[in-house]
């Protein structure tokens, strides 16, 4: 079955570097959504990436779709402490059901300032 | 709008017992979802409902079950609790749109159920 890989699994950054978190599905993805989990808190959509090649920004975040669409990335530049939380990628399979997704294990954030 | 609400937010059962898990959304979502979060293994999804009396199962249905009675209500039931099922539960709901892969369907999540089975 299809499987969604993340890496790495924990990132400690120091304010104001930039990191990228990295995602990967063993099978062609439909779509690929970004969530972000602050501690004690609950999953929190930020975007959803459909075209091969497709580039998005939110403000210091940058996410990316690769070309074939099995991977995935998120770059954050001039990390802050609002930034810290578990990022997750959630990929959707060509042959699932539209709104079942595959969650990625996710990379936990850690900022130091 | 509150979202999607979750009761109750902590539970602690002994093996055996049985409980069930509510959730509910006030969005008109058609689809609906409970995941269980462990450390370390992200989100993976135990039953999911795409309407009104209809339910499937997900990547780790054993062990739970669930009933959409109602569009806004989706339960998850465990028959016989294991300890292997301490977990943080969460529920999450999202439209149905027309346009395949391009529509937008985000997941809204609840504030989660801290279940404890000792």
């Known amino acids: 079955g299809q499987q969604v890989m993340q890496i790495p699994q924990y990132q400690h950054v120091q304010e104001g570097e930039d990191f990228t978190t990295y995602c990967n599905s063993s099978?062609?993805?439909?779509?690929i959504q970004w969530y972000k989990q602050r501690p004690g808190g609950h999953p929190v959509f930020l975007i959803q990436l459909v075209k091969s090649g497709e580039v998005k920004k939110q403000k210091r975040l940058t996410f990316q779709f690769g070309e074939a669409k099995k991977n995935s990335s998120l770059h954050i530049t001039a990390t802050q402490t609002t930034d810290v939380g578990t990022y997750f990628c959630a990929g959707r399979g060509t042959t699932d059901s539209w709104g079942k997704l595959q969650f990625g294990a996710g990379t936990q954030v850690v900022v130091t300032p | 709008n509150a979202g999607v609400t979750q009761t109750p937010k902590f539970r602690v059962l002994k093996t055996g017992q049985s409980m069930t898990l509510l959730c509910a959304q006030d969005m008109n979502h058609e689809y609906m979802y409970w995941y269980r979060q462990d450390p370390g293994m992200g989100l993976r999804l135990i039953h999911y409902?795409?309407?009104?009396?209809?339910?499937a199962k997900g990547e780790v249905p054993d062990g739970y079950n669930v009933s959409r009675l109602k569009k806004q209500n989706f339960l998850l039931g465990l028959e016989s609790a294991a300890p292997s099922q301490t977990s943080v539960y969460f529920c999450?709901?999202?439209?149905?749109?027309?346009?395949?892969?391009?529509?937008?369907?985000?997941?809204?999540f609840g504030p989660g159920t801290r279940l404890t089975v000792l």
């Open positions: 099978t062609t993805l439909s779509n």
């Open positions: 999450a709901s999202s439209k149905t749109l027309a346009g395949g892969p391009w529509a937008y369907n985000e997941q809204f």
């Open positions: 409902s795409v309407g009104e009396g209809t339910t």
